[in-house]
């Protein structure tokens, strides 16, 4: 035997010390460097939760704005799906003007509240009521949970929701193990058992019919490698799969499998993991999924676009109930279980999408807010929530009111590129942000960052200033609206105009801003001052506002958002509220890190501030936007102004109801003629939005501290109704002398001949 194994040993040395050479000199550096990269990508798996952006939470109290559109496009982009009954969180359903909604309740930085089941009934445009189902109470104030609206992650478009194996329902920890590895408890990561099956049953089918990989290796190939099928790839699965088993336990490498299996795909958005599964396909959570749905997913797992319910659903079917076949032959549901959940049909909601980032435009706007308190790498890896001022379906509505405005434009739209802004006029809140014409555009942002003249919309702060005064101004002052000739710095000639090129004579101030003539504006402008009113302006943070008297008739350039900021002064009477994005961000923890509030003050010069509201109100009236009180608008009372700035290259219209403030913004991005005034243009859009967003009306009547006057328009001093030309006026409560002139002198020039009459409203106006 010495004999033959030293023979034998001379024969097979090389061949030995070469294989140890090779294992030592490269296996072994191998599985070292692979082991580090197994460590590295677990620790990070810890990390991975990305910071997510959340709308605000949905409102609904009696007496709150609301219409079936509305509410139905909210509980839809918040991931509630409909069915019959209602019961199941995350679902609604509807009885005429009633909702049965099962909420999921909710963490935020204002507090939250739990999960319940209301009914929410609508009437006259508003909630009517809302009531505890479960005690049949009525209820004050509910929320519902926020959509969420963007993740904020690095480049890969991958959508996940991180969850703990505790939280997992058991039917699918244990389905999910006894369809796709019963030995998982066991096996050290490779299944010699289950290999040796499949390669059997392989055979004797003549095709491959069953796998014998491990849970582990299904990790490992999501984690790791491609799909390529060589020997190389082989051994790195099962060597990667042999030391993901010797570092990790058996419930740390299920939780990370049901976090990373792959199961579809949303354009170029893959969706990993249970939980965005659960979204992607149902529109709820996965804790709140049935046995019939816990098995289509489990199913997919052998082949998420081969079983794709969307595309394939009588596989899909076959699949599941092949799945729940499985559930039963191992005990995890009983047979009358067993029998509902084949019967049910795939229930596949057909609205369901995972979170993206939907409102680029808004995003922007949100990042822009925090930067000082997150940067970018906090945000990516913070694992944080970011709650918004965002309302769904006013940024939806406000997009569809873009792009229905445009197309009716027809060829003249083409070119035609739009933004918009929405907020809430008592809290500052930013509702929604439209940067393009297309929705999700994340190219340029319009609302932002495109800063063009906005025309007339600038009057109604010079007519602010002014009546900051109210001695020497009022709503029924007569303006001159003569010509002008203005000498400039250079030496020209300024010689501006109207846009119907007549010029009025004397005319009441209202009628002034409510035609937009030009003319009259200037000659007030200059009266007041233009550095006043400059520095008015710049008192909201703009710089760089034209200092010359062609500022008076919107030689001022701003961006859409601005033009809000600056809206918003009047829209919250007389308060400068911020234009908040960000409502709080919260940890991990369900902790709150930052709240984003505004202290909002005593407001400044409200009387002036009522005036123009007012004045802005006939600008609906009977003015440049009269088309709006002319329609089905004409209740809510609005109160706005049209801007067109030179050779028609940009339209605007500014305008606000009781409850919401809209600035609409068209022209065309190489500054070339649009054709388009503001009250054929931005108000178009507006008047859209309005149609479909519910709000609330803006009181006609004077508002606190004015009264209703009447007024000679000839010479702006108080007169009695009973004279001709009188027209009554609010003005700031004890501020006209006490003292009318009465209709002696008028009867007098009638006597003589004389027609005595003070100027009328004008009845033609230029849009």
């Not at 873009?402 to 809140?429: M, P």
Request: aromatic fraction near 8%; hydrophobic fraction near 40%.
């Amino acid at each position: 035997m010495g004999a033959l194994a030293r023979h034998s040993w001379r024969l097979l040395r090389i061949p030995f010390w070469v294989v140890l050479g090779l294992g030592l000199g490269f296996l072994l550096p191998y599985t070292l460097i692979l082991n580090k990269r197994v460590q590295d990508r677990f620790n990070e798996l810890v990390f991975a939760v990305p910071t997510r952006v959340y709308a605000r939470p949905l409102e609904l109290a009696p007496g709150v704005p609301m219409s079936p559109s509305a509410l139905e496009l909210e509980l839809t982009f918040a991931g509630y799906t409909r069915d019959a009954s209602g019961k199941v969180p995350g679902s609604w359903t509807r009885e005429g003007s009633r909702y049965l909604i099962s909420s999921r309740g909710y963490a935020g930085p204002d507090g939250g509240e739990l999960p319940k089941r209301i009914r929410v009934t609508l009437g006259k445009g508003e909630v009517e009521s809302v009531t505890d189902l479960a005690s049949g109470a009525p209820i004050k104030l509910a929320h519902l949970d926020p959509a969420r609206i963007a993740t904020v992650y690095g480049a890969q478009q991958e959508e996940r929701r991180i969850v703990h194996l505790a939280d997992v329902p058991p039917l699918l920890v244990r389905g999910l193990q006894a369809v796709e590895d019963r030995d998982f408890k066991h096996h050290i990561g490779l299944d010699f058992t289950a290999i040796l099956r499949a390669a059997f049953a392989n055979l004797r089918a003549g095709h491959t019919v069953q796998g014998g990989s491990t849970l582990t290796q299904q990790l490992v190939r999501n984690l790791f490698l491609d799909r390529n099928q060589t020997i190389v790839r082989k051994f790195n699965e099962a060597l990667l799969s042999l030391l993901i088993e010797a570092h990790y336990s058996k419930d740390r490498i299920l939780e990370a499998y049901i976090n990373e299996v792959f199961l579809g795909q949303q354009g170029s958005q893959a969706v990993h993991g249970f939980a965005a599964g659960a979204e992607f396909y149902f529109g709820r959570r996965m804790e709140d999924l049935r046995p019939q749905e816990i098995a289509l997913l489990v199913g997919m797992v052998k082949g998420p676009s081969y079983y794709d319910p969307r595309r394939f659903p009588e596989r899909a079917l076959a699949r599941r109930n092949l799945v729940l076949k499985e559930f039963y032959d191992t005990g995890l549901i009983d047979a009358n279980q067993a029998n509902a959940a084949q019967a049910a049909p795939l229930d596949i909601a057909s609205n369901a999408q995972l979170p993206h980032n939907r409102f680029p435009a808004f995003m922007q706007l949100v990042r822009a807010q925090i930067t000082s308190d997150f940067d970018n790498d906090t945000l990516s890896q913070g694992n944080l929530s970011i709650f918004t001022t965002l309302d769904p379906a006013a940024q939806i509505y406000a997009e569809q009111a873009i792009a229905s405005s445009l197309k009716g434009l027809g060829k003249r739209g083409e070119k035609v590129q739009a933004a918009g802004v929405v907020t809430d006029t008592t809290s500052g809140n930013v509702l929604a942000v439209v940067g393009s014409k297309m929705p999700g555009d994340t190219g340029f942002n319009r609302a932002l960052d495109s800063r063009r003249p906005i025309g007339s919309l600038v009057k109604p702060f010079v007519y602010l200033v002014a009546l900051t005064d109210p001695s020497r101004w009022n709503l029924g002052t007569p303006l001159d609206d003569s010509p002008i000739a203005l000498r400039q710095p250079n030496g020209s000639t300024w010689m501006p105009h109207n846009d119907d090129n007549l010029s009025h004579g004397q005319v009441p101030m209202v009628d002034a801003l409510a035609h937009s003539w030009n003319l009259a504006t200037i000659h007030l402008g200059l009266a007041v001052g233009v550095p006043r009113i400059k520095a008015f302006l710049e008192s909201f943070g703009f710089t760089d506002i034209n200092p010359s008297p062609s500022m008076l008739i919107g030689a001022v350039d701003l961006s859409p958002f601005q033009v809000a900021q600056l809206y918003q002064y009047l829209a919250a009477d007389g308060h400068a509220l911020p234009l908040l994005a960000v409502r709080g961000v919260m940890d991990g923890n369900g902790h709150t890190i930052k709240r984003y509030e505004v202290e909002s003050g005593k407001g400044e010069y409200q009387d002036a501030v009522r005036l123009v509201t007012w004045a802005m109100q006939q600008v609906a009236e009977y003015g440049t936007a009269h088309s709006l009180g002319e329609s089905s608008l004409a209740w809510l009372n609005a109160a706005g102004k049209t801007g067109t700035s030179n050779d028609l290259r940009d339209s605007w219209f500014s305008g606000f109801t009781g409850s919401h403030l809209a600035v609409f913004w068209m022209g065309r991005d190489d500054n070339k003629p649009t054709s388009l005034f503001g009250a054929t243009g931005g108000l178009r859009a507006w008047q859209d939005l309005f149609r479909h967003l519910p709000t609330k009306a803006l009181p006609s009547s004077p508002g606190e501290g004015l009264q209703m006057a009447w007024i000679d328009p000839a010479n702006g001093k108080p007169t009695q109704p009973q004279c001709q030309g009188a027209r009554q006026f609010p003005v700031v409560a004890g501020s006209l002398p006490a003292d009318t002139e009465g209709c002696f002198w008028q009867r007098v020039g009638d006597f003589f001949g004389g027609n005595g009459n003070a100027p009328a409203p004008a009845a033609t106006t230029q849009p």
